[in-house]
């Protein structure tokens, strides 16, 4: 799902909508392969620059968002 993304890379400003309706906008910091995840899922990394959760490193994987964009 998010190799699949135009533009995704370390440092993109992304808007990452998760299954519960929840939504974080933040820079990518990292992504993780299937093949490099314990859960054999893509994984990213991203620092929040916003809300309460800013400036904090959140790992979250595909199964757990709805949708993503790049904003930025």
């Known amino acids: 799902m998010f190799s699949k993304i135009p533009l995704l890379d ?10 519960d309706d929840s939504i974080l906008i933040g820079v990518v ?4 392969s299937p093949g490099d995840s314990e859960k054999g899922v893509e994984e990213l ?3 929040p620059t916003q809300g309460s959760l800013k400036g904090n ?4 994987d595909e199964t757990e968002v709805k949708s993503i964009e790049v904003i930025d």
């Open 57 to 60: 490193y959140i790992n979250f």
């Open 45 to 47: 990394t991203i620092v």
């Open 29 to 32: 910091d990292h992504w993780t």
């Open 10 to 19: 370390s440092k993109a400003k992304v808007r990452v909508t998760f299954d």
